[in-house]
């Protein structure tokens, strides 16, 4: 589904490695947590999947198709939501939806279909066509996510997904993600919170400093490190700040 | 410093401040943009100001001297007042009504009366700085020209800074029921779009038929003399400005001597300018507590049910492209308001002109009329980069939303056309319009056909050029969409090329028929310069687009 081959990201002239060789496979029917602390380079990672950064050396690949030589195909199989929604503020949230659809060739019905159940489950319903600048944070991460779901991509691929959302809406975004896995696609996203990451994720990936420092089965890891708690396993290998 | 001065000082700083990342040399080029464009505009203001003390100071004239300086000297407080009004009607909405930073200052521990003052001090203090480049060089030049006394330089100094006061009460009047509608509605933008176009269009119209239609050498002094005798009207409806115009020039008024009626003419314009200004003060506050309404009133409304409208990835950028833009006020004026130009030009120098050629062929000149033609020609190619300044922003008003754009299935190229199209749709049919209106007023077969096929193209060669250029380096960096625009190097020079290309074309055309050259060898000339110009901008574009995928993917955010 998705495949990361030794991919690294430099700024500063190279002195200063975000990314630093990481290597990473996901299959099909899985929710995999990316876990590292602020600055760990999940952020310039998830970028490079998702094309906002170009790949300096190494490859990633979305269904098949290689990210930076076929990046249309790569991307019509994914669907985006950012750690800070920064989507068309001016669009409606009907409008802005509407406008992913017809990138992504969505048919008029799977659009109404599609966007009243996510909308319902949200509560989304009377914002939906008032502009998004008018939105709280919370509201454009949920109009983030019902645009990133909206052509029923193979991967979903989130950056920090719980931030800014209420419990009813936190709630129903992790069945969204079981309900994705149950599909037979993927769920790729990072985050902070690793209680989340537990009680969901099939498998867990940790970077520190750009390097890949662990990468497995919850229940291998917890077996490996002692039936230890994921935080306690984060702490022992990636625990600190990388900033 | 206290709380006022601070809010000021931030104000300022905001304002004239460049964007953080911005190196040495591209301010200094911008500075220098800038200070070149400002050269050409006083250069043609002065000319025009140098003319018109000559031929009052011609014995020849026999035009009654003080009358006519006392009236010109009005019509530069005028000119200013237009200025002033202008400008000051969007200052005024942008900074007390339409303003961002409401919120912010709402949670500071600044009493709000401090924030409106500085508010007002900052509108003020901006138009009075925009009267002083623009009207005092005037002022100077035309007190050189008439040898006038230092009295009229230290008057003229004094009082330019009440000189705002009248402009922008009426600028207050006309933005309250502006603001006032714009909040009833549910497309403010469109509003005040529709209202700022109006008043640029009518505001450059009126001024380019008066300035051009009283410089017209044809016209006798008695005419000039008619006209401006005709004009009372208007000196009793700007009275104190007549007043400050006749103490400049010690006229002797109200039946006193001139000591006298100079102090009472100074007392008349000092005394209203100050009821000016409460009524202003009055009027500001007005809209600066509205704004404050409506910022703390949540919007509660519920909107009206829309429906799915499906269209091709391509369609969806282009309507993405126009909803963007059109919904952030300053951004619609700056991409859609200006494009007026062009047609403005094209009407009022076709009038213009028109009247001319009238005159001179009255008594038997056989002067070919194709000359002034292709004058209009120039100007509407000097005025085809209006036509191009939202395509030339185009990826710098994406901003941080251009990662947006990256994760979508639609490749650099598909963007570019979405982008290109949008701005042509637009674009081309105004230089069309503009074309086909020269055309009908002055029309010739041969100047017909190689105008609709240069001029026209020529719009579109420029907004592939300027959205191309922008591609290779955008403005990405900013909090408010219109600082996109603003400070934007791709918008000035791109209308410096377009302003430098047309009057390269009518310098050449000058030189030549000064010097005898017949039209028929003219015109040939500066239609090859034309396609030659037209070819350039083709070959660059080809140049750029080449590049494009290498300039997208150097974009990060």
């Known amino acids: ?243 | 410093m206290s709380n006022y001065l601070s809010v000021l000082k931030a104000m300022f700083k905001n304002k004239l401040r460049f964007s953080e990342g911005k190196s040495k040399r591209s301010v200094i080029g911008f500075l220098c943009l800038i200070g070149a464009s400002y050269a050409l505009v006083m250069a043609i203001l002065l000319s025009v100001v140098v003319e018109f003390g000559r031929m009052f100071n011609n014995p020849q004239t026999q035009i009654e001297i003080p009358t006519m300086n006392v009236s010109f000297y009005f019509f530069i407080l005028l000119t200013a007042a237009g200025i002033v009004l202008f400008f000051g009607i969007i200052s005024l909405i942008t900074t007390l009504y339409l303003s961002k930073d409401t919120d912010f200052y709402s949670v500071l521990p600044i009493k709000q009366s401090k924030v409106f003052a500085a508010k007002l001090s900052f509108v003020y203090i901006s138009e009075t700085v925009i009267v002083a480049a623009i009207v005092l060089p005037i002022m100077i030049a035309f007190g050189a020209v008439i040898k006038a006394w230092a009295w009229y330089y230290v008057i003229s100094l004094l009082m330019l800074a009440i000189i705002p006061a009248m402009p922008l009460v009426l600028a207050a009047i006309v933005a309250i029921p502006v603001m006032f509608i714009a909040s009833k509605v549910k497309h403010r933008s469109a509003v005040a779009l529709a209202f700022y176009t109006l008043l640029f269009g009518g505001f450059f119209g009126a001024y380019l038929y008066f300035v051009f239609a009283s410089t017209d050498s044809s016209v006798s002094p008695e005419e000039i003399e008619k006209a401006m005798s005709g004009a009372l009207g208007i000196m009793y409806a700007f009275y104190p400005y007549t007043a400050l115009s006749m103490s400049v020039f010690g006229v002797s008024s109200y039946g006193l001597g001139v000591g006298a009626s100079t102090a009472v003419n100074l007392l008349i314009f000092i005394g209203s300018s100050a009821a000016l200004l409460v009524i202003l003060m009055l009027a500001a506050k007005f809209m600066y507590t509205q704004s404050v309404k409506a910022n703390n009133q949540t919007n509660n409304a519920t909107a009206k049910k829309g429906e799915f409208k499906s269209s091709s990835a391509i369609k969806a950028l282009m309507k993405r492209e126009y909803i963007s833009s059109f919904r952030t006020v300053q951004v619609a004026y700056q991409c859609y308001a200006v494009m007026i130009l062009p047609i403005i030009i094209s009407v009022a120098f076709s009038i213009v002109f028109g009247n001319m050629i009238k005159d001179i062929n009255s008594v038997g000149v056989g002067f070919d009329t194709r000359f002034f033609t292709m004058c209009i020609m120039c100007a509407l190619m000097a005025m085809i980069a209006t036509t191009g300044n939202a395509a030339s922003t185009t990826f710098s008003r994406e901003g941080k939303a251009i990662s947006s754009l990256k994760i979508l299935p639609v490749d650099i190229r598909g963007i570019l056309k979405s982008k290109l199209l949008a701005w042509m749709a637009i674009g081309v049919p105004v230089s069309a319009i503009a074309v086909v209106i020269v055309n009908v007023m002055n029309f010739d077969l041969q100047l017909t056909l190689l105008s609709v096929f240069s001029l026209i193209p020529l719009s579109a060669v420029f907004i592939v050029f300027g959205a191309l250029w922008d591609l290779s380096a955008p403005k990405l960096k900013w909090t408010d969409p219109s600082q996109a625009i603003k400070h934007n190097g791709h918008v000035t020079i791109g209308q410096l090329i377009c302003i430098g290309s047309g009057m390269a074309v009518m310098t050449v055309m000058f030189i030549l028929f000064f010097n005898d050259v017949p039209m028929n060898i003219i015109l040939p000339v500066c239609w090859t310069l034309i396609y030659a110009i037209l070819v350039i901008f083709g070959v660059v574009d080809i140049l750029l687009y080449r590049r494009v995928d290498e300039y997208y993917k150097r974009i990060e955010i």
């Not at chain 1, 990361?4 to 990473?24: E, F």
């Not at chain 1, 947590?33 to 970028?47: D, E, P, S, V, W």
């Open chain 1, 1 to 243: 589904m998705l495949e990361i081959s030794h991919v690294s990201m430099a700024y500063a002239n190279g002195k200063i490695k975000a990314v630093d060789d990481l290597s990473l496979t996901l299959k099909a029917g899985e929710i995999f947590g990316f876990l590292g602390a602020n600055g760990a380079g999940k952020t310039t990672t998830i970028k490079m999947v998702t094309g906002i950064l170009p790949i300096k050396s190494g490859s990633i690949s979305i269904c098949g198709h290689d990210i930076t030589k076929d990046p249309i195909g790569a991307k019509q199989n994914f669907g985006f939501v950012p750690d800070s929604p920064i989507i068309f503020d001016k669009y409606t949230g009907r409008e802005y939806v509407d406008f992913l659809g017809d990138i992504y060739g969505v048919s008029m019905d799977d659009r109404k279909r599609i966007s009243a159940d996510l909308l319902k489950r949200f509560s989304l319903e009377e914002a939906f066509d008032k502009r998004i600048s008018g939105y709280s944070h919370g509201m454009k991460q949920k109009i983030a996510i019902i645009g990133a779901l909206i052509h029923s991509p193979s991967l979903w691929i989130l950056d920090e997904p719980m931030m800014g959302l209420d419990p009813p809406s936190a709630f129903a975004l992790k069945e969204l993600m079981k309900e994705h896995k149950a599909q037979g696609k993927t769920v790729f996203f990072s985050t902070h919170v690793l209680d989340v990451a537990e009680k969901i994720c099939d498998r867990v990936a940790i970077i520190s400093k750009g390097k890949l420092v662990l990468c497995g089965d919850m229940d291998e890891l917890k077996r490996a490190q002692g039936d230890e708690s994921l935080e306690e396993i984060f702490m022992s290998v990636a625990g600190g700040s990388d900033e």
